[in-house]
């Protein structure tokens, strides 16, 4: 199996920042991409920030310019750096795994058990 163990939410005022942190261990053969999504009460979950393994990121519009995402890949380890934060990133925020079990195998997801981040105005 796959665990992913998050850390690094809180409680920050407006402006201020906040750096997220997941690591994942377990059964791993090799990482598609990793990443965070979020979800606010009453809200869908949706895509914060993503990175593959080929290097290529995606942002959210509403995160680019403030959040960047960045991995360890020998750690298995994946960040996210949250600057110039607003009160609407308040949010549950997931870690996302997108792994390969083995050897031609067709990439399965795995997340974490989420981080509360809450912006005050």
């Known amino acids: 199996q796959v665990q992913l163990v998050e850390s690094g939410g809180g409680l920050v005022q407006a402006g201020g920042s906040l750096r997220l942190s997941c690591a994942a261990s377990g059964s791993i053969f090799a990482i598609n991409a990793m990443g965070w999504y979020r979800q606010a009460p009453g809200k869908q979950r949706e895509l914060v920030a993503r990175a593959t393994s080929g290097g290529d990121t995606t942002y959210a519009d509403s995160v680019k310019g403030r959040f960047t995402i960045s991995r360890d890949n020998a750690k298995k380890t994946v960040y996210l750096q949250m600057n110039s934060l607003k009160p609407d990133d308040t949010a549950v925020y997931y870690c996302?795994?997108?792994?390969?079990?083995?050897?031609?195998?067709?990439?399965?997801?795995?997340w974490g058990q989420g981080t509360q981040v809450t912006v005050s105005s």
């Open positions: 996302n795994l997108d792994r390969y079990a083995y050897r031609g195998s067709l990439a399965d997801r795995y």
